[in-house]
């Protein structure tokens, strides 16, 4: 959408100058990231007072609010306010969807589940590219519904999500924290499709209980910090969700058009193509990752061997990038640079999809207690938000100035993030959220 000539029309950006088109480039992106950031603090009140199901509700609601604005785009003001108000409700939804699914899930499944969360978000970011390719071909360059299209395909899954989860139920852990206890065991016989959960049951009733006699509901904000133990998890998770966002991941989905234009794909179709092979290329390895390996291998192998084979892959698009720019181009070598490229920013994604991807997420919603997990991972998902926003600000900055660098900028700190989890990450596979409590708890 950034790169296509309507879009640039209508809201004054010069191609030919980069470093504006970089600058609003990426404020475009930020901003909706600043407000992920402010979605993801603010839901944690909702999410201990009115339940997580309403919660998820309301944020979807709010996204779609912003959407709206996001179309209507009359401009660039109008854009933002509506990234911002969007940015709020997906910030929410970074944080409540993966709690959800972790206080549902079995344990044997919970890593399945997780991952298929991630499936679905790859499986939007490959509609989204595709959405932009097939508009660039039907549409005219000069014809605003070129990138008002996509737009209005974005707002679809919101509306659906907010319908859909009328149908849903609140979790048994939130109900047992809120003395809603025969409630809690109708909607835990009927996850497990039996009405022998009374050994379950019991399992989530201690815990709560042990947790809320150790705080209030809730869990202050006080407790959060001041825990030592649960300063302990709070550090490990606002760690493993920074150094997700520096494996240089959303560099690759925020600007992929403006990457493969920088390694010699001349044209924008070839661009937005090459954009959405990438992105269907990533949902099947995140749809093969979660089924067979997240639970069969656990999440500590899985970060550790995909941050360093990460490194490998940005190491190498670096050396292919040098190598190519000190040698005379002609339009055969140019041509096979971009293919040897592409191969190896795909490889990229598919360790990614297998590793950093799901892992950290699924990670960050089962290492806290009951009282706390709400805002813990809050707090958690509002520095990956951070990073994000950073990321999605400076990314194309430094892609226009070196696109070398960039690469072994991000590179480096894939190797950062195998070795801090090598060093400090315990393995959750296989237990249930009320063990992992103990395992961190001694």
């Known amino acids: ?246 494996t240089g991941t959303n560099v690759i989905n925020y600007f992929g058009p403006i990457i493969f234009r920088s390694i010699g794909l001349s044209s924008s179709e070839a661009e937005l193509f090459a954009t959405g092979v990438y992105g269907i290329l990533k949902m099947i390895v995140v749809l093969v990752g979660f089924s067979s390996l997240i639970d069969r291998f656990g999440r500590r192998p899985l970060l550790i061997g995909g941050g360093f084979a990460m490194s490998i892959c940005m190491f190498a698009v670096s050396v292919t990038i040098m190598l190519s720019s000190s040698i005379k181009r002609d339009a055969p070598t140019e041509e096979n640079t971009s293919i040897s490229t592409v191969s190896i920013i795909v490889t990229y994604a598919v360790f990614f999809a297998l590793s950093w991807g799901p892992c950290p997420w699924i990670y960050c919603s089962e290492i806290y207690s009951m009282n706390t997990r709400a805002k813990s991972t809050s707090l958690t998902t509002a520095v990956n938000w951070i990073m994000n926003a950073i990321i999605g600000k400076v990314s194309p900055i430094m892609l226009a100035t070196s696109t070398f660098g960039t690469y072994m900028f991000f590179g480096s700190w894939c190797i950062v993030a195998s070795i801090f989890c090598y060093l400090f990450v315990p393995e959750t596979k296989g237990k249930t959220l009320e063990e992992i409590n103990e395992l961190f708890s001694n």
């Open 1 to 246: 959408m950034l790169i296509v000539p309507s879009f640039q029309k209508h809201f004054g950006i010069d191609p030919d100058d980069k470093i504006q088109e970089a600058n609003i480039n990426g404020t475009i992106v930020s901003v909706l990231q600043i407000g992920c950031l402010f979605g993801a603090l603010l839901a944690t009140s909702t999410a201990d007072t009115l339940g997580r199901k309403l919660s998820i509700m309301a944020a979807a609601f709010i996204f779609t609010i912003g959407g709206v604005l996001q179309i209507i785009g009359c401009r660039l003001g109008m854009l933002y306010a509506g990234r911002i108000i969007s940015g709020l409700g997906v910030g929410a939804l970074s944080m409540l969807v993966p709690i959800y699914v972790a206080e549902i899930a079995h344990q044997k499944y919970r890593g399945l589940l997780g991952g298929l969360w991630m499936f679905f978000i790859a499986t939007g970011l490959a509609l989204s590219y595709w959405t932009n390719y097939i508009a660039r071909k039907l549409i005219d360059d000069d014809n605003d519904m070129l990138w008002r299209v996509p737009l209005i395909v974005q707002v679809i899954p919101s509306i659906v999500l907010c319908l859909g989860m009328i149908f849903l139920f609140e979790t048994p852990r939130w109900l047992c924290a809120h003395h809603q206890h025969d409630k809690a065991y109708q909607v835990l016989s009927k996850i497990r499709g039996t009405t022998d959960v009374k050994d379950e049951m019991a399992q989530i009733r201690a815990s709560v209980d042990t947790d809320l006699k150790r705080t209030d509901a809730s869990g202050s904000w006080r407790e959060i910090i001041s825990s030592a133990n649960n300063r302990k998890r709070l550090v490990l998770g606002c760690t493993i969700q920074a150094l997700q966002q520096l």
